[in-house]
């Protein structure tokens, strides 16, 4: 049971291009998310997706795009790398225990853009 | 909205207790409060959680305020490996039932 699984663990991007950060879990958990968190800040919340074919905005979507493939994987794509977008970003899933949710993390892809 | 404020940072001696505050004035009759924490950037960890009662588990115990206005999160005998950035959480209702970080607090463990 690896929980969930983010690829790449880091990446330098050149301004303007593009990539794709993978995500997938293997917990068959519905809802999964996407944070990005920047040196000495806490997470701030990028896309969500509450089920398999949904996805909604968070706090800071904006330069980015999501695919919910399938229940298992979640992806962030950026389509045109900026140097504001350099930080580690983090995959959750959600799990549900009665009333009350858990939010289990990935270890994080750390991106820089130059 | 609720939404939660911690100091920034905290130190702590190995061995004590250390205690984290969280206020958290706004928050409405059923949300729960969670806490996390994270160790060096690694994905946050979940913690506790709490709605009324106190709560205790094999890693901490939250003490809630009779009002829900604020909590406390206690590690009872603190080691160096709690040095971490602790995360008090209540939902935020413009996300729907979703979890948004604030800054945290960065306890600091010393021998």
């Known amino acids: 049971n690896a929980g969930v699984t983010q690829t790449p663990k880091f990446q330098v991007l050149k301004t303007g291009q593009s990539m794709t950060l993978q995500c997938a879990q293997d917990?068959?958990?519905?809802?999964m998310y996407w944070y990005r968190q920047d040196p000495g800040m806490g997470l701030r919340l990028i896309y969500y997706?509450?089920?398999?074919?949904?996805?909604d905005k968070g706090e800071v979507p904006n330069g980015y795009n999501v695919s919910r493939l399938n229940k298992r994987e979640f992806s962030l794509r950026l389509e045109s790398a900026a140097p504001s977008q350099t930080s580690v970003y983090f995959c959750?899933?959600?799990?549900?225990?009665?009333?009350?949710?858990?939010?289990?993390f990935g270890n994080g892809t750390r991106l820089t853009v130059t | 909205d609720a939404k939660t404020t911690q100091p920034p940072s905290m130190d702590c001696a190995e061995g004590r207790a250390a205690n984290l505050p969280c206020n958290h004035s706004t928050i409405s009759g059923n949300e729960y409060v969670y806490w996390y924490r994270q160790i060096h950037s690694q994905g946050p960890q979940y913690i506790i959680h709490?709605?009324?009662n106190n709560e205790t588990n094999e890693m901490a115990s939250l003490i809630i305020t009779e009002d829900r206005k604020s909590s406390t999160l206690i590690l009872p005998h603190a080691t160096l490996r709690d040095t971490a950035v602790y995360y008090c959480i209540v939902r935020r209702r413009e996300y729907g039932n979703k979890l948004v970080f604030g800054a945290g607090t960065i306890l600091r463990v010393k021998s």
């Open positions: 917990m068959n958990h519905n809802s």
């Open positions: 997706s509450a089920s398999e074919g949904t996805t």
């Open positions: 959750a899933s959600m799990s549900f225990r009665g009333p009350f949710w858990v939010l289990h």
């Open positions: 709490g709605l009324k």
